[in-house]
């Protein structure tokens, strides 16, 4: 095939072939870099909260008190209800769309592949280890803090 062309074809065939593969180590070069750049941008804003939460006590100390201060203003009901549309909003299994999308976008932004079997098999797990922790917290604090809050919970949940 290559001695039916003439030399200037095949020198502008491997021209051709020469700028795709530039293009090609381009393209690589910039895909890792944007892994790099999602990585150490995840790394600086985790080291940034960390540092404020151990330095900035006093903020979060009188943060702190003004949320302590508003939920024991409200009553129980309040409280209950709040609780519960909060766990079934963000914890809810009802949304595995929802979780998909949120699982995808950091899994995302770590820089990993799309992999549709992992953020399957995060998507029905996730979402129970959470759900299990929250009522295991409510179980456990509110018994001491207002045993008639966990009365009210279950009514509602029920």
Not at 83 to 96: E, M, N, R
Not at 100 to 128: C, K, R, W
């Amino acid at each position: 095939m290559i001695t039916e062309y003439p030399e200037t074809d095949i020198q502008e065939l491997r021209i051709g072939i020469h700028k795709e593969t530039i293009q090609l180590v381009k393209t690589h070069n910039e895909y890792n870099l944007h892994i790099i750049l999602h990585f150490s941008t995840n790394i600086i804003c985790f080291a940034i909260l960390s540092g404020y939460f151990i330095l900035g006590n006093e903020e979060l100390v009188v943060l702190n008190s003004w949320v302590r201060e508003f939920l024991h203003s409200l009553s129980d009901t309040i409280k209950a209800f709040s609780i519960l549309l909060v766990t079934d909003l963000w914890i809810g299994f009802h949304s595995t769309h929802g979780w998909e999308l949120m699982i995808g976008s950091v899994y995302n932004d770590f820089g990993l592949a799309h992999n549709d079997q992992i953020i399957s098999g995060l998507v029905s797990t996730f979402p129970v280890i959470i759900d299990t922790i929250v009522k295991y917290w409510i179980f456990h604090y509110l018994n001491r803090v207002s045993p008639s809050l966990v009365v009210i919970y279950h009514s509602m949940n029920e």
